[in-house]
């Protein structure tokens, strides 16, 4: 694992609700250069992980968001107003997970924003079409029999949000640790691994032709969100999709690198159909595949690929079908997953490249698992507004004494 400039925050005060809070957080880099991507990792409650990122972001937080939602108002016109996005958070908040809600407001409050901006900017892709690719492998398909999976997010690369990358890794102290790569204050998830090796892609298929949307149900990128805390199996994390009252069309994959199989989901709500690998009932029928389900933006290249390469796939043969599926304009963000390893390649656009044409650089979620922000040159920040805390006051007042006289790193417990 690689670190550089790695920074330690430690918060001590009150959430937002009145309640004691210690938020701990550091920040790291993978990468190099061009291919550097921002690491969060942060611990705690739904509220404490939201406001350690918030504060270790807080000025590309503010920068991202606003331009992001500038820009998508801009091309959404009517659709994107802010009463129309307010509008959209009244009609899917009351499905959505209080987890959920408590990050948001922790973000807010770290990165010292309004709520109502980071709230508006969520419900851009709820109320806008967009659209994927997603491919999953396993068994004899592999090289190894490992569950490797794609996920390419063919949004937009015109609002900017490639000039932040970032992966989130959560440690919370109720669930299962797990790894978002996202962008800046972005709580939802398009992606995601967790510790148990379930793994998340999804592809948009709500044409512009169905707009406005009818959104009375919880999005994707928050029962996303619950699948990574809660699900322990494939079985456990489908259970949560066929729960939530979903809306508009979309496919989802659902890897398990413990159990070395996925499904894919074509949920058209309220339909919600299941497939299995080489499924005669497939919507891609006859062109099914052993040990692999698909659907993606070039349906025909990604079937030539699956038989061509079927018994050898590792991770470089899954980014190069990554690479060929994306789109040549909108390419924002493509992940390459091997669940079972717990092991992610990233690649984000970079101006006006597409991801697809740059590194995908590794990230290896069992090197944060354990916290343990120690590395030579560490930075450390307090942000320790007046309130109760979990920590001893006098160890509070302590702390720049403790920095002057020369300790490196301070974690707090």
Request: charged share 20%; glycine share 10%; with cysteine.
């Amino acid at each position: 694992m690689k670190r550089k400039g790695l920074v330690l925050i430690a918060f001590a005060g009150l959430t937002a609700a009145g309640m004691p809070a210690f938020c701990e957080g550091y920040r790291t880099e993978v990468g190099s250069g061009a291919d550097a991507i921002t690491i969060i990792v942060v611990k705690g409650t739904p509220y404490e992980m939201g406001h350690a990122w918030g504060s270790l972001m807080k000025d590309e937080t503010a920068a991202c968001l606003r331009a992001y939602l500038a820009k998508g108002q801009e091309e959404g016109g009517p659709i994107t107003t802010d009463e129309r996005l307010d509008a959209a958070w009244a009609s899917v908040s009351p499905y959505t997970d209080q987890r959920f809600k408590d990050e948001l407001r922790g973000v807010a409050d770290g990165a010292e924003i309004p709520l109502e901006l980071l709230i508006r900017a969520h419900m851009l892709p709820v109320v806008t079409p967009y659209a994927c690719s997603g491919v999953c492998v396993w068994g004899e398909a592999t090289a190894n029999g490992n569950l490797y999976q794609i996920r390419n997010l063919d949004f937009t690369i015109d609002a900017g949000l490639q000039d932040y990358p970032v992966v989130v890794i959560y440690l919370p102290d109720e669930g299962i640790p797990h790894a978002s790569p996202t962008f800046p204050g972005c709580v939802g998830a398009n992606a995601g691994l967790n510790a148990e090796g379930i793994a998340l892609s999804e592809k948009g298929a709500s044409p512009a032709d169905d707009l406005p949307y009818d959104i009375d149900g919880e999005h994707f990128t928050t029962f996303f969100r619950d699948i990574l805390y809660e699900a322990h199996s494939l079985d456990e994390a489908v259970a949560i999709v066929q729960n939530a009252k979903r809306f508009k069309k979309y496919r989802y994959w659902i890897g398990d690198g413990k159990g070395k199989k996925a499904v894919k989901m074509r949920a058209y709500a309220p339909e919600l159909l299941i497939w299995a690998d080489n499924d005669p009932t497939d919507e891609v029928a006859p062109n099914v595949v052993p040990n692999a389900v698909y659907y993606t933006m070039n349906n025909e290249l990604a079937f030539a690929h699956l038989t061509q390469n079927w018994g050898t796939y590792d991770e470089e043969r899954m980014i190069d079908l990554s690479r060929g599926l994306a789109t040549d304009d909108g390419n924002l963000l493509n992940v390459v997953y091997d669940a079972s390893a717990l092991k992610m390649w990233v690649s984000y656009a970079q101006g006006s490249i597409v991801a697809s044409k740059r590194t995908y650089v590794p990230i290896d979620l069992n090197d944060y698992l354990t916290y343990d922000p120690t590395a030579p040159g560490v930075t450390a920040v307090t942000d320790a507004p007046s309130g109760g805390s979990r920590i001893v006051p006098g160890l509070i007042l302590a702390f720049p004494v403790l920095l002057l006289i020369g300790v490196g790193v301070w974690r707090f417990k």
